[in-house]
């Protein structure tokens, strides 16, 4: 398999969709370290895995599941204090679109 | 007035408190002052919470209930394991000031026990690297040689204990970020089988690798918090359902018959051959005490890494997303709308490890890389759990070097992500597996701790407990400790 190689405008593209912004030397350094770890995820490509199951949990049963009971409620002061933000009782964000105010 | 940790195990402390020798109050002011008189030094704790400490303490003594063994038993908790209405940042700016509303429950479980924290240890932020330098807050020095890292992700925890700080603490471990610093550090560090342990209240970063477990001085005194902090959670939809046994029924120094398998490829390229060299002398005293030794195949070793890097970082973009500035901790300022608040908040709260990961993470699971790599990793992993099981069909535990060689200077490899990563092979197989896995001192290469690990089969503990026991007994190398323990 040919080595994967990562550009600098693919870096751009990943960190858009993970919600991260890089100025121009950032995105140096990362398009940089970020293609030599793939360099060492591409050794994966030696193993012959065709007829093997991937797998994604190591639990020994199905994850088991409670009742939707609620036992840790009731503290809503405690979870607004936390948040950078908050009035009339609700956490407080800038609007979605520019120009709307808050 | 300090306390002394190095002179006395847990179950010492425990008499000295059913005896009346020494209150839990007292104890508790002497960690307090322990912390007070060495940090300067480890830098090992990001938060003290001496009020809240002396609040507990004075209630146990109150009460004068001592039937638990860890009552009044003071404890330090990694930071990444929330505590209720106490700052839990995971080391990053990003949840600064963070006070979680509920208790995690190993957190739960410990207070139930009795056990006093006393504070929350530094870690690499989100316990994402292998030297604790990583963290937003401190440079965690390790307890041997102040100029050399503690490991990581949990160095805080392992300094603090190797230190003579506390008695006990709690680290998590997804890689190695327990192990590796008990380790580095000369002390006993368990990761537990995957699901033995409660994660929940953990500060997710790969849920399928995660686990908490104990950092201590001994064996016993792990295999005794061990069963204060596992068992059955109907928060946590993976923790076993089993029943817990007593961890230190096996512990009598006794190996005789046991069946040891060392890995060829635990001994190959990489590793410091002064390292080498001390584990093979280590595990030659085991097989002086009765236990048969045989060298054994793990034929995909090499290919850990690599699948590891790529599942965690895939599991960890994901668990991450939940940081956007909304709810806790750090928001950014001058934003022009709500996805400026989540990028900025993002950019500016993660540190340069957590947005690599992030971005590995993203790119695997990306839609042209999801089979190449995240669904390829998936399968390696099979191959390594496959090459285990084959070797534990004839023989009880598996054992080598924790880390490929002993703590590095403070500065030497951070910027090198690549080398940091590769370090990780020795310990990033048995999470993948989910296997219980420990770390005891097997001795000194110039003057810093070398780990022996030894790794068990699924929920089996106890054998390895019992051989990491019986080769401390042997070893006595708990008799040997660090300066800093010259002021206490």
Known sequence: MAETTITRDEVAHVAGLAKLAFNDAELDQFTTQLSDILNIFDTLSEVGTDNVDPTYSVTETVNHLRDDVADNWGQKQELLDNAPLAAAGLIKVPAILDGEGE | MTFNYFEHDLASLHNQLVNREITATELTEATIDNIANTDEQLQAFISTNPDEALAQAKLIDE????????????????DNLATKGIQTTGASHILEGFKPIYNATVVEKLSNSGAVSVGKTNMDEFAMGGSTETSYYKKT????????????SSGGSASAVAGGQVPFALGSDTGGSIRQPAAFNGIVGMKPTYGRVSRWGLFAMASSLDQIGPFTRTVKDNATVLSAIAGFDAHDSTASQREVPDFSAKLTGDVKGLKIAVPKEYFGEGIDPKVAKQVKAAIAQLEALGATVDEVSLPHTKYGVAAYYIIMSSEASSNLQRYDGVRYGFRADDVKNLEDLYVKTRSEGFGDEVKRRIMLGTF?????????????????????????????EKYDVIVGPTAPTVAYGLGEEVDDPTAMYLADVLTIPVNLAGLPGLSVNAGFVDGLPVGLQIIGKPFDEETVYQTGYAYEQASHLFDQHPDIAKKY
């Open chain 2, 63 to 78: 009460k004068g209930n001592f039937d638990n063994v860890l009552t009044g038993i003071p404890v330090g908790l990694k």
């Open chain 2, 141 to 152: 020095t390790n307890a041997w040689d102040h100029s050399k890292v503690p490991g990581g």
């Open chain 2, 364 to 392: 695997s699971l990306s839609a042209g890389a999801y089979d190449a790599f995240f669904k390829k990793a998936a399968k390696i992993r099979t191959l390594l759990i496959e090459d285990f099981n084959k070797v534990f």
